[in-house]
């Protein structure tokens, strides 16, 4: 079964740095599209950054300047690198990807989420 797994969520100071990543267990897929979510204690689950499959890129206001959205040379692995980070950017991450099945086949993936916590 192909899933996403995260890594790299933890505990930082206001004003740090965390980088999360994003990669497909179950065999070798590469990243045709990704997003990133987050959801917070007692909110919903909100989109944070966006990469289509041309290398255009989106974001989140509240998050624009400080939070880059990338996946490495070989589409292998997703990236949020997260600066400047914020008390109320504490969540759990979750990436969302398109994976590249086959010729012209996709599969949507969820991750399991990854804890980011970012202190005053």
């Known amino acids: 079964q192909v899933q996403l797994v995260e890594s790299g969520g933890g505990l930082v100071q206001a004003g740090g740095s965390l980088r999360l990543s994003c990669a497909a267990s179950?065999?070798?897929?590469?990243?045709?599209?990704m997003d990133w979510y987050r959801q917070a204690p007692g909110k919903q689950r909100e989109f944070v950054a966006g990469?289509?499959?041309?290398?255009?890129?989106n974001y989140k206001d509240s998050v624009k300047g400080r939070f880059t959205i990338a996946r490495d040379n070989a589409r292998t692995t997703g990236y949020l690198q997260m600066n400047s980070l914020k008390p109320e950017d504490t969540a759990v991450y979750y990436c969302?990807?398109?994976?590249?099945?086959?010729?012209?086949?996709?599969?949507?993936?969820w991750g399991q989420g990854t804890l980011v916590t970012v202190s005053s």
């Open positions: 969302n990807a398109s994976l590249v099945a086959g010729p012209g086949m996709y599969l949507e993936v």
């Open positions: 179950g065999g070798t897929f590469s990243i045709r599209a």
């Open positions: 990469l289509t499959s041309g290398g255009n890129t």
